[in-house]
């Protein structure tokens, strides 16, 4: 099974991209905007549902968190800005032997897709941050799938799609650090959904959403997809 794999679709911030928690301190500045006091109830009561959901399209978990849609939309714009100024600031880095790992599995043959939770603006920021703009066929945000992202299959089927790189769903992989990577390649009925430890969740947890591997981190990926892993 593992050896048919055609098509990988691998998530980006956790999984191949290391930000060091830059995720919580842009959810600090876009929270502030809206007037959430820093070591409130309420601030430490929305912080816990956004490590929760962590994978998930950013302006989904806004609007769960603020209601309405204009005050959902400005805390989206405020944290894409903030996260954006992190990431110009070199905050980021490639989770080690991310690269290497994405140029194993292209250089065999399989198409390789970077999925994110993310806007464009700040997924092609990242992408510029590390010099990645040429490194896959394609690079996909929810806006691309029609605006649903994780938990949603729609990036993992909008991957298969346009690259027209699998003959079938089976011949998908789906790598991530989240629960919610995980039920996106499962939803999708990819052959092969593995999580990975360097970012949000762990090993029970992505086990508990439809994991079939847990790797310690990407670069165990092109031996895993060669059948020299587990």
Not at 59 to 75: C, N, T, Y
Not at 219 to 229: F, K, M, N, S, V
């Amino acid at each position: 099974m593992t050896t048919d794999t055609r098509l990988v679709v691998l998530d980006m911030a956790g999984t191949t991209v290391a930000d060091g928690g830059l995720v919580e301190r842009a959810f600090a500045a876009a929270a502030g905007e809206l007037g959430v006091e820093p070591g409130s109830a309420d601030h430490t009561e929305k912080l816990d549902y956004v490590r929760a959901t962590m994978g998930e399209s950013k302006i989904s978990v806004f609007r769960h968190l603020f209601g309405e849609e204009p005050l959902a939309q400005r805390a989206n714009s405020a944290f894409e800005k903030a996260y954006g100024e992190l990431v110009d600031g070199g905050h980021i880095a490639p989770v080690a032997g991310a690269r290497e790992a994405i140029e194993a599995l292209t250089g065999s043959g399989r198409t390789v897709v970077l999925s994110t939770g993310f806007a464009r603006v700040t997924q092609d920021a990242i992408l510029d941050a590390l010099g990645w703009r040429d490194l896959v066929a394609l690079t996909l945000c929810p806006a691309d799938a029609g605006g649903r992202g994780r938990p949603y299959p729609d990036m993992v089927l909008e991957a298969f799609l346009r690259t027209g790189a699998a003959d079938g769903v089976q011949q998908i992989a789906v790598v991530g650090d989240t629960s919610y990577d995980m039920l996106s390649g499962v939803r999708a009925g990819a052959g092969l959904v593995a999580g990975v430890l360097t970012g949000a969740h762990d090993e029970p947890a992505l086990r508990a959403a439809g994991a079939g591997h847990v790797l310690a981190s990407v670069a165990g990926l092109p031996a895993l997809l060669d059948g020299a892993g587990a």
